[in-house]
């Protein structure tokens, strides 16, 4: 709560300063173009459970060459949480706000010594009609052409960020602050065919003309400095005093499709604390994990229906939590 | 070299997306053009440190697949972060927005 007001009062004179000038409304503009909300509403116990997720952000435009990109985004700013209206239920009662500021290499995996399909070639398949494609045998040469030009090629995507985190409960009595660096890069890019492999057997469950792009998982991993453990319950639950720790963090999403519109979503969140002293070993607090799996089912184009699982500890108070909701997911602008 | 039409910037759109299988079952070329961006399953679930990671992924893609053909365009970032944006709205903006890259 400190840490709110001592931001408001840096930002009130900007604030003030905005109004006058008429840039508020531009200010406001530029949130609304940049920014998403994401929002998972359900019950837990007998009060109302939000998983949220916002982010605002600008990346600048990369250069011209497609193929083989490095560079950098601009700053973002996030806040992903679990609150409930009756926080004493909210067993999960996590908050994470970071600013991030990091990078991204793109590559394209294509051998430019193969004699492939011309620019001009392409440009004419892009007249005839895809129904008709489509309509015809997947071998048939327009289709197989149409495949080289537009299909899926093998490429690698990293992104890294350096950030820092404020962890808080929902009402920021226990906190941290965690400086950190990380890499996001999805499974395939690594290991070409894996998340064929993964899917395998959810494929027997869907019709394969509907949906036969395996998807890949994505894999964020990361390491923290984490300040302020003093403002947490480390202190009562472990008995160590000290106020700061080095933590390695791994986190994967990935989902699936089942039938005809079931997805399952899978989201794993694991942080390790290094080289720590016993008594964090002795209380298990040296590793935390949070598994949280959702089956959604649409009802609209901003809208589902939701059973989540969510089973596991987050930061900054790593408390133990088993819940299973059940509601709405909507998504904002 | 001219510009795209908008049918083939249409069609670019559709396959690029066909072949990605991003297109929830049941959608065909008559009705791509009515889904919108948070109908097609892209970032989901969000990375809880990267959220948009899949999005930037497919945006520098099909960056690509326009320098491919002889064009450059904008990244479509922020046009794919549109969750109520319509794919129809979305091949517009591309047509609109692509240019002939200079030679080089």
Redesign the interface.
């Known amino acids: 709560m400190r840490i709110i007001l001592l931001i408001l009062l840096v930002l009130a004179p900007g604030l003030l300063w905005a109004e006058e000038t008429g840039t508020k409304q531009n200010i406001i503009n530029y949130v609304g173009?940049?920014s998403?909300l994401?929002v998972d509403a359900k019950t837990l116990e007998d009060t109302l459970g939000l998983d949220y997720?916002f982010?605002l952000?600008n990346?600048?435009?990369?250069p011209?060459?497609?193929?083989n990109?490095k560079y950098l985004s601009d700053l973002e700013l996030?806040s992903?949480g679990y609150v409930a209206a009756e926080r004493a239920k909210n067993h999960l009662d996590s908050t994470?706000t970071?600013l991030?500021f990091g990078g991204?290499y793109?590559k394209?995996y294509e051998n430019d010594s193969e004699v492939g399909i011309s620019?001009d070639r392409?440009?004419q398949l892009?007249?005839?009609?895809?129904?008709d494609i489509?309509a015809a045998a997947t071998t048939s040469k327009e289709y197989l052409e149409?495949?080289e030009?537009?299909?899926?090629?093998r490429?690698r995507?990293i992104?890294w960020?350096s950030?820092v985190n404020y962890e808080a409960t929902q009402d920021f009595k226990d906190h941290d602050t965690a400086l950190g660096l990380?890499v996001?890069l999805?499974v395939d890019s690594l290991i070409p065919g894996f998340a064929a492999v993964l899917d395998y057997p959810f494929s027997w469950l869907?019709?394969p003309r509907?949906?036969?792009?395996?998807?890949s998982p994505?894999?964020?991993v990361?390491y923290d400095y984490v300040a302020g453990l003093k403002d947490t319950n480390r202190a009562a639950t472990t008995g160590n005093q000290d106020s700061n720790m080095n933590r390695a963090?791994v986190?994967v999403?990935w989902?699936t499709?089942v039938l005809?519109?079931l997805?399952i979503?899978?989201?794993y969140?694991a942080y390790w604390e290094l080289n720590p002293p016993q008594e964090v070993k002795a209380a298990n607090r040296d590793f935390n994990k949070l598994l949280?799996v959702?089956y959604s089912y649409?009802t609209g184009?901003?809208s589902a229906f939701i059973v989540k699982y969510t089973r596991g500890e987050l930061p900054p108070d790593f408390k133990k939590a088993s819940e299973t909701g059940i509601g709405w997911s909507v998504?904002?602008? | 070299m001219a510009k795209?039409n908008e049918?083939?910037v249409k069609?670019?759109v559709?396959?690029?997306y066909?072949?990605?299988?991003?297109f929830?079952?049941?959608t065909?070329?008559?009705n791509f053009e009515k889904?919108?961006m948070?109908?097609l399953?892209v970032?989901?679930?969000?990375?809880?440190?990267?959220?948009?990671?899949?999005k930037?992924?497919l945006s520098?893609?099909l960056?690509?697949?326009?320098?491919?053909?002889?064009y450059?365009i904008?990244?479509p970032?922020?046009e794919m972060?549109?969750?109520?944006g319509t794919l129809l709205e979305f091949y517009t903006w591309c047509y609109q927005k692509h240019e002939e890259?200079p030679t080089k």
């Open positions: 173009k940049h998403t994401h997720k982010a952000s990346i600048t435009s990369p011209d060459d497609a193929k990109v996030k992903s994470t970071s991030q991204k793109f394209v620019p392409c440009r892009l007249d005839l009609n895809p129904k489509q149409i495949k030009c537009f299909g899926q090629k490429t995507l992104s960020d950030h990380g996001s999805d869907r019709d509907a949906w036969s792009v395996p998807e994505r894999v964020y990361g963090t986190q999403a989902h499709l005809d519109k997805t979503r899978l989201l969140q949280e959702s649409p184009p901003k998504a904002f602008e | 795209l049918l083939q069609n670019l559709y396959w690029f066909v072949f990605h299988g991003k929830p079952p049941g065909t070329y008559d889904l919108t948070g109908n399953q970032d989901d679930p969000p990375l809880p440190s990267d959220p948009d990671y899949e930037n992924k520098l893609e960056q690509w697949q326009f320098d491919k053909l002889g450059k904008p990244s970032l922020d972060k549109k969750k109520t890259r």
